[in-house]
């Protein structure tokens, strides 16, 4: 399993941003996708997920409203958009696929989002 993400920079408080990740070398009809973050100094979070049998989205509370996840199968492509950004969303972002069979979780390398003026 083989996930990547990217879309990250520096943004201004207020700004939007759109993450992408690319997953490679699983069947993405058996795993649930999401994204998780860890701020400097910080545990990593988990801050929304795409469930693949439901359809449904959850997101921590923190980002609810701002944050939008988005899966295209066809693309093996996952989305995070991310709007009215604040200072505290800067952290690290990482797209997740967790497989609904084992619950085995997988994270690839992460994309840097910084939030300042």
């Known amino acids: 399993v083989q996930l990547q993400a990217s879309g990250g920079g520096l943004v201004q408080p207020g700004g939007s941003l759109r993450l992408s990740c690319v997953g490679s070398?699983?069947?993405?009809?058996?795993?649930?996708m999401g994204w998780l973050r860890q701020a400097p100094g910080k545990e990593r979070e988990v801050i929304s997920c795409?469930?693949?049998?439901?359809?449904?989205?959850n997101y921590t509370d923190s980002v609810k409203g701002r944050f939008t996840i988005s899966r295209d199968n066809a693309k093996n492509m996952v989305y995070l958009q991310m709007s009215s950004l604040k200072p505290e969303d800067t952290a690290v972002y990482y797209c997740?696929?967790?497989?609904?069979?084992?619950?085995?979780?997988?994270w690839g390398q992460g994309t840097l989002v910084t939030v300042s003026s």
């Open positions: 795409n469930s693949k049998n439901d359809g449904m989205t």
């Open positions: 070398g699983f069947d993405k009809e058996y795993y649930d």
């Open positions: 997740n696929a967790k497989n609904i069979l084992d619950g085995t979780d997988y």
